[in-house]
């Protein structure tokens, strides 16, 4: 299964798997190869400050729909959404 099948199952079912990311993001020519890494920075607002050692602070969790919409943008995707603007499907 390519990349946009993998998301678009993913999307439908509101269940998002952070290695597909991962990969996704290496596959891209992303530089940060420490999986561990990656996730931090996914799923966190990792802020440097500047402080003794360049300290990284976590300033809350990253705004997940933002994420949702660069993909679906990336993938040329349509979603349906229902009147309130509530996620129904992938739209194929």
């Not at 998002?16 to 966190?44: A, K, R, V």
């Amino acid at each position: 299964m390519d990349y946009k099948q993998q998301y678009i199952k993913m999307r439908n079912e509101g269940k998002y798997d952070i290695n597909f990311f991962y990969h996704y993001y290496i596959s891209q020519g992303g530089q940060m190869t420490d999986p561990h890494e990656f996730t931090q920075n996914f799923l966190n607002k990792l802020v440097q400050h500047p402080m003794m050692h360049g300290m990284m602070i976590n300033e809350g969790e990253r705004d997940k729909e933002a994420i949702k919409s660069h993909m679906d943008s990336v993938f040329g995707l349509t979603i349906l959404m229902d009147k309130e603007g509530k996620f129904i499907k992938v739209v194929v």
